[in-house]
């Protein structure tokens, strides 16, 4: 019967979370990517002519630059590098400032606000699960109280390992060592 120790406890925990959020928060921050490529259309876009003709190395390219939305500062990230405005890639030079109620401002910011809402959920998700695999210290306790997690959790328990012992002739080792001892000699005095 394997114990469930600190470090067990938290591969489980990250193992049920994956299970349930990754693909999800995958699908939500490629969704705030694109709406950050409408957004680098929106500053550069009709500059991006004029930009790519500078000499090369005039402007860097840069994967992510800042914006600010009713006066909240944003780290929009690309999809890939791209020529960005001097500075833009430096949190306290912004590409634009938004009021907040332009249209492409408002989807960027729904699209910010599911990823952070999926981000919630997953703590307090592993705030619920954490307490149950706490209070188990067998796999055995943990399939009593938990039995449906054992889809996923059943991978961490070891098996006991049966010992496969080596073929040994047992009469050639008799043999030599002289055994059984049938008699007991007395010594001669």
């Not at 959920?121 to 699960?129: A, G, L, P």
């Not at 049938?182 to 010594?187: L, Q």
């Amino acid at each position: 019967m394997s114990r469930l120790t600190k470090s067990l406890r938290e591969a489980m925990l990250e193992t049920i979370l994956s299970h349930a959020f990754d693909a999800k928060q995958k699908n939500a921050k490629q969704q705030e990517i694109i709406a950050g490529e409408k957004v680098y259309q929106d500053i550069y876009g009709s500059h991006l002519i004029a930009m790519e003709s500078l000499p090369k190395g005039f402007l860097e390219k840069s994967s992510y630059f800042y914006i600010s939305i009713a006066g909240r500062s944003h780290c929009i990230r690309l999809s890939e590098s791209r020529l960005v405005g001097c500075r833009h890639d430096n949190s306290y030079f912004k590409a634009k400032l938004y009021v907040g109620d332009e249209a492409i401002a408002i989807e960027y910011q729904k699209a910010v606000d599911v990823c952070e809402d999926f981000d919630i959920k997953r703590k307090q998700m592993s705030r619920e699960i954490n307490p149950v695999l706490e209070s188990v210290h067998t796999f055995k306790k943990l399939w009593e109280v938990w039995p449906e997690s054992k889809s996923l959790l059943e991978k961490f328990e070891e098996k006991p390992t049966i010992a496969i012992l080596p073929a040994v002739q047992v009469n050639k080792l008799n043999a030599a060592l002289g055994l059984p001892v049938s008699e007991v000699k007395e010594p001669q005095q």
